[in-house]
Nanobody, 118 residues
Framework: VQLVESGGGLVQPGGSLRLSCAAS????????MNWFRQAPGKERELVAS????????NYADSVKGRFTISRDNAKRTVYLRMNGLKPEDSAVYYC????????????WGQGTQVTVSS
C-alpha cells in the first residue's frame, strides 16, 4: 500500500497550490479519502474529506470556500486545490485512506510541506 503526496511548496499569501495523492496497492475506489494537516506544535487536523464515489465532500470551517477536494478513481488520485492561502495554512499535509473492509483500514502518506509566507 502506498499513498504518495506531491505539489507542496512555498507560496505567497493569497496564492494557490494543488496537492495530489497517488494511491497504489489497494482498491482506491472503495475508500473514503481525506486530507489532514499538522503544523509544528499542533495536533493533526482533518482538512477535507471525500466519499469513495466522490459524491460527498466535507471541509473544516477554516478552509471552507478556499479549498476543494476532488478525486479521479480511474487515476487512483485525490487532489486538494488550495486557493487564498494564508500563513496559518502552513503545515505538513497528509493524505489518508479509510474504509471498513473485513475490518477497519486506515492508510497514510508521508506528507508534503506547504509553507505560506511572503
Amino acid at each position: 500500500v502506498q499513498l504518495v503526496e506531491s505539489g507542496g511548496g512555498l507560496v505567497q499569501p493569497g496564492g494557490s497550490l494543488r496537492l495530489s495523492c497517488a494511491a497504489s496497492g489497494f482498491t482506491f475506489s472503495s475508500y473514503d479519502m481525506n486530507w489532514f494537516r499538522q503544523a509544528p506544535g499542533k495536533e493533526r487536523e482533518l482538512v477535507a474529506s471525500i466519499s469513495s464515489g466522490g459524491g460527498s465532500t466535507n471541509y473544516a470551517d477554516s478552509v471552507k470556500g478556499r479549498f476543494t477536494i476532488s478525486r479521479d478513481n480511474a487515476k487512483r488520485t485525490v487532489y486538494l486545490r488550495m486557493n487564498g492561502l494564508k500563513p496559518e495554512d502552513s503545515a505538513v499535509y497528509y493524505c489518508n485512506a479509510r474504509a471498513f473492509i473485513l475490518g477497519p483500514r486506515n492508510y497514510w502518506g508521508q506528507g508534503t510541506q506547504v509553507t505560506v509566507s511572503s
